[in-house]
């Protein structure tokens, strides 16, 4: 009985540490700074995460009215368009499009020393797909980008 009860207990602890590890495979942090760059230009999540949690740490010390940072999720083939048509959307909408069905996820603007983040489904997306992380704070997203990957 005693041995059983060990088999079950570490059956148990066994899934909670394993669950433990595929939730911290499926969280991505990234740093932005006053000077217009990510601390990476590439992010990659395994393929069996369905959904991800990605953490923007604004590391300067600039206002989000001056210098604020998101991240956006795309496909690559529309990021021009959505970083343009962002512009368009406003502060108030953290510049991204209302709506927009192009855009896999994205965060909120902020400004030097704040964090946000945002957790998403991965179910539109596909392992191996052409995927774009940026900020679409006007005039930044040709310069702060990354590629994102689904492995």
Not at 41 to 69: D, Q, R
Request: charged residues 15%.
């Amino acid at each position: 009985m005693i041995k059983r009860s060990v088999g079950i207990l570490a059956v148990v602890f066994g899934a909670i540490s394993f669950g433990a590890q595929a939730s911290a495979e499926c969280s991505v942090s990234v740093d932005a700074n006053d000077m217009m760059q990510f601390s990476t230009n590439s992010i990659s999540v395994p393929s069996s995460c369905k959904e991800v949690t990605l953490t923007l740490n604004h590391t300067g010390k600039l206002a989000a009215t001056s210098m604020g940072h998101n991240v956006v999720i795309a496909d690559t083939e529309n990021v021009q368009a959505v970083g343009t048509e962002g512009m368009s959307a406003g502060a108030a909408n953290n510049y991204v499009k209302p709506d927009d069905a192009r855009v896999y996820a994205f965060t909120k603007i902020i400004g030097g020393g704040e964090s946000t983040s945002v957790t998403f489904s991965t179910e539109k997306m596909k392992a191996g797909g052409d995927y774009t992380f940026f900020c679409s704070f006007p005039g930044h997203w040709a310069i702060m980008k990354g590629k994102f990957e689904l492995k």
